[in-house]
């Protein structure tokens, strides 16, 4: 689990970036009187040709520190942004590669996979909003102190306004709030209906079934009930930001009517007159952009919840000790599983035992549970009840590591990583597979990829990233998949129908090289084209989630049951 829920990764650096973000904030608050004092000097208010250059220098002493802190403050930003990404995309991925596998299937992992993705550039978001707020609050706490010190009647009037205008600056927002996401939600078929008619994959089914008019005649329609919707929205929102700017205009009045009276009563000079009016304005905008980083950070908040969440996600267990224990036995016992929200089990008290060094076939129709069964073995499944053992011990016990020394799986949906030739038969051990060894397999399996006849031989990339890569077929990936199974230093190899992609005489190939090179793993070789299963020392046959036989080819046809059934419907295919 995560060991720092709800926590951001590196928030060690707030405590720095907050510090010189309230320097920041306290610049402007000190300068209300020195400017004050300058200009009353610079209109001849008061005299003293040195005290106006040495409160001159000052207050560009003062702009200049100003401006290191704010370039301070946005170096410690943007550091905190590389680091922060870093973190977080690396936290992710090795949270995907921790999460049980079952979860892994789920719609709730992909959808918190694909929220969390937004996890650094939210992160970014709350912590440059933490320095924005920190600053704000400083510069209005420190401002209004030094108004209140010229006069209490000054900093309360415009407490009274500044508050009165958060209150209606916040009604208002509301009426604009999400105004970006409904325009791009009216747009959003807009959008598809233009990608038919301008895609160039579309273009062949455009002309064949010349429906060109039709996608026209209703991206027009959806187009012009887009722009009347987006209009009305724009307006809506032009009237807003109107009446805010009037709110400033009548915020201003009421600052100067407030300042005249002290003005005209000898308690405040010109100088200072202008620069609490200054000061008081930059409050007011001030409070704007406190109220937008605050919002800044709730929503960020709320929306980074999906990688807290995806954070906590459940774990493989990790009980056992990896070690290299020699295989003795796979063993089910009266196991039954079912897949969460499916109407009934996939298996169901299935209970069979499996010897080393055996080749073994599993056959059945489709959504019998051949695969699901594969994946008990492997591990990545629990039962709802029975037990799984591997010498005897329930494969959960195992450690991750433990299982993938012992078990090699080729998945009939195999991926197709983006490595070189080398690599990708490599994965499975624990060093580069030679040339020697990679040409005995490739010769065996008749694996006789373009990619390899360049310079680059094995270590050509396989797919057409680079200048340097080739293409395969999808027979040729399949094989690469066999091939990686047979370098694997595992102990059982699990092929889930490995020949799907291959013509008859490929699959010959491929079964006759799996039995020789695989002699000395225990092998589960699932296939729904029982000729290719035929030399196995047995075969297992799955019916509805239970085992309906089990027995060498000759025997299962004596029977003359449902094995002997599927294997005559399929010879009669070919006759």
Same mark, same amino acid.
């Given at each position: 689990?995560?060991?720092?829920?709800?926590?951001?990764?590196?928030?060690?650096?707030?405590?720095?970036?907050?510090?010189?973000?309230?320097?920041?904030?306290?610049?402007?608050?000190?300068?209300?009187?020195?400017?004050?004092?300058?200009?009353?000097?610079?209109?001849?208010?008061?005299?003293?040709?040195?005290?106006?250059?040495?409160?001159?220098?000052?207050?560009?002493?003062?702009?200049?520190?100003?401006?290191?802190?704010?370039?301070?403050?946005?170096?410690?930003?943007?550091?905190?942004?590389?680091?922060?990404?870093?973190?977080?995309?690396?936290?992710?991925?090795?949270?995907?590669?921790?999460?049980?596998?079952?979860?892994?299937? /789920? @719609?709730? =992992?992909?959808? &918190?996979?694909? !929220?969390?993705?937004?996890?650094?550039?939210? +992160?970014? $978001? #709350?912590?440059?909003?933490?320095?924005?707020? /920190? @600053?704000? =609050?400083?510069? &209005?706490?420190? !401002?209004?102190?030094?108004?209140?010190?010229? +006069?209490? $009647? #000054?900093?309360?009037?415009?407490?009274?306004?500044?508050?009165?205008?958060?209150? &209606?600056?916040?009604?208002?927002?509301?009426?604009?709030?999400?105004?970006?996401?409904?325009?791009?939600?009216?747009?959003?078929?807009?959008?598809?209906?233009?990608? &038919?008619?301008?895609?160039?994959?579309?273009?062949?089914?455009?002309?064949?079934?010349?429906?060109?008019?039709?996608?026209?005649?209703?991206?027009?329609?959806?187009?012009?009930?887009?722009?009347?919707?987006?209009?009305?929205?724009?307006?809506?929102?032009?009237?807003?930001?109107?009446?805010?700017?009037?709110?400033?205009?009548?915020?201003?009045?009421?600052?100067?009517?407030?300042?005249?009276?002290?003005?005209?009563?000898?308690?405040?000079?010109?100088?200072?007159?202008?620069?609490?009016?200054?000061?008081?304005?930059?409050?007011?905008?001030?409070?704007?952009?406190?109220?937008?980083?605050?919002?800044?950070?709730?929503?960020?908040?709320?929306?980074?919840?999906?990688?807290?969440?995806?954070?906590?996600?459940?774990?493989?267990?990790?009980?056992?000790?990896?070690?290299?224990?020699?295989?003795?036995?796979?063993?089910?016992?009266?196991?039954?599983?079912?897949?969460?929200?499916?109407?009934?089990?996939?298996?169901?008290?299935?209970?069979?035992?499996?010897?080393?060094?055996?080749?073994?076939?599993?056959?059945?129709?489709?959504?019998?549970?051949?695969?699901?069964?594969?994946?008990?073995?492997?591990?990545?499944?629990?039962?709802?009840?029975?037990?799984?053992?591997?010498?005897?011990?329930?494969?959960?016990?195992?450690?991750?590591?433990?299982?993938?020394?012992?078990?090699?799986?080729?998945?009939?949906?195999?991926?197709?990583?983006?490595?070189?030739?080398?690599?990708?038969?490599?994965?499975?051990?624990?060093?580069?597979?030679?040339?020697?060894?990679?040409?005995?397999?490739?010769?065996?399996?008749?694996?006789?990829?373009?990619?390899?006849?360049?310079?680059?031989?094995?270590?050509?990339?396989?797919?057409?990233?680079?200048?340097?890569?080739?293409?395969?077929?999808?027979?040729?990936?399949?094989?690469?998949?066999?091939?990686?199974?047979?370098?694997?230093?595992?102990?059982?190899?699990?092929?889930?129908?490995?020949?799907?992609?291959?013509?008859?005489?490929?699959?010959?190939?491929?079964?006759?090289?799996?039995?020789?090179?695989?002699?000395?793993?225990?092998?589960?070789?699932?296939?729904?084209?029982?000729?290719?299963?035929?030399?196995?020392?047995?075969?297992?046959?799955?019916?509805?989630?239970?085992?309906?036989?089990?027995?060498?080819?000759?025997?299962?046809?004596?029977?003359?049951?449902?094995?002997?059934?599927?294997?005559?419907?399929?010879?009669?295919?070919?006759?």
């Amino acid at each position: 689990m995560s060991k720092r829920k709800g926590r951001l990764p590196c928030a060690g650096d707030y405590l720095p970036y907050i510090l010189i973000a309230a320097v920041s904030g306290a610049i402007p608050a000190m300068t209300i009187k020195l400017r004050g004092g300058l200009i009353d000097l610079a209109s001849g208010v008061e005299a003293g040709e040195s005290g106006f250059f040495g409160l001159l220098a000052l207050l560009i002493g003062m702009s200049f520190f100003g401006t290191v802190c704010r370039a301070g403050k946005e170096r410690l930003s943007e550091r905190h942004r590389i680091r922060a990404l870093a973190k977080i995309d690396a936290e992710r991925l090795e949270k995907a590669a921790r999460t049980a596998f079952p979860v892994t299937e /789920t @719609e709730r =992992f992909h959808a &918190l996979w694909r !929220s969390s993705a937004d996890a650094p550039e939210l +992160d970014d $978001r #709350i912590f440059r909003a933490a320095g924005d707020l /920190t @600053e704000i =609050f400083v510069r &209005l706490g420190l !401002s209004l102190y030094v108004l209140w010190t010229m +006069d209490p $009647r #000054i900093a309360g009037g415009i407490v009274l306004l500044l508050t009165a205008g958060i209150l &209606l600056n916040r009604e208002l927002a509301r009426n604009t709030e999400g105004f970006w996401p409904k325009y791009r939600e009216n747009m959003r078929r807009t959008n598809y209906l233009s990608s &038919l008619l301008m895609q160039r994959e579309y273009a062949g089914e455009r002309k064949l079934f010349s429906f060109d008019e039709e996608i026209d005649r209703r991206y027009a329609e959806a187009f012009s009930k887009a722009k009347m919707e987006n209009a009305k929205l724009g307006r809506g929102r032009f009237r807003i930001e109107a009446l805010m700017k009037l709110m400033f205009a009548a915020y201003s009045v009421m600052v100067v009517l407030m300042l005249m009276r002290p003005l005209l009563d000898g308690r405040i000079t010109l100088g200072l007159f202008t620069s609490a009016f200054y000061a008081a304005s930059g409050l007011e905008r001030s409070c704007g952009q406190a109220c937008a980083a605050l919002y800044d950070i709730m929503g960020s908040r709320r929306r980074i919840g999906g990688y807290f969440e995806f954070m906590e996600l459940e774990e493989d267990e990790a009980n056992g000790a990896a070690g290299d224990e020699p295989l003795r036995s796979i063993e089910l016992r009266d196991v039954t599983f079912t897949y969460p929200g499916a109407g009934g089990p996939v298996l169901e008290h299935l209970s069979f035992r499996l010897e080393p060094g055996h080749h073994y076939a599993l056959v059945g129709e489709n959504g019998c549970g051949k695969s699901t069964l594969v994946k008990l073995i492997a591990g990545l499944y629990k039962p709802d009840s029975g037990q799984v053992l591997v010498n005897g011990r329930e494969v959960s016990s195992l450690s991750p590591e433990e299982r993938q020394r012992m078990i090699c799986v080729v998945f009939q949906d195999y991926y197709r990583y983006p490595l070189t030739i080398r690599e990708n038969v490599s994965l499975g051990m624990d060093r580069a597979a030679r040339d020697e060894e990679i040409e005995k397999i490739f010769e065996s399996l008749d694996l006789h990829p373009v990619a390899v006849e360049g310079e680059a031989g094995y270590d050509a990339v396989p797919l057409p990233l680079y200048k340097s890569g080739v293409g395969l077929s999808g027979g040729e990936w399949q094989k690469l998949a066999v091939a990686r199974c047979i370098l694997s230093k595992a102990q059982i190899g699990i092929l889930d129908e490995p020949n799907a992609s291959l013509d008859p005489m490929a699959e010959a190939a491929v079964y006759a090289a799996c039995r020789e090179m695989l002699r000395e793993k225990t092998t589960i070789f699932i296939s729904h084209r029982l000729g290719s299963v035929r030399m196995a020392d047995e075969i297992l046959v799955l019916r509805g989630g239970r085992l309906a036989a089990r027995g060498d080819h000759e025997e299962l046809m004596a029977k003359d049951g449902y094995y002997s059934e599927l294997f005559n419907t399929q010879k009669g295919m070919y006759i």
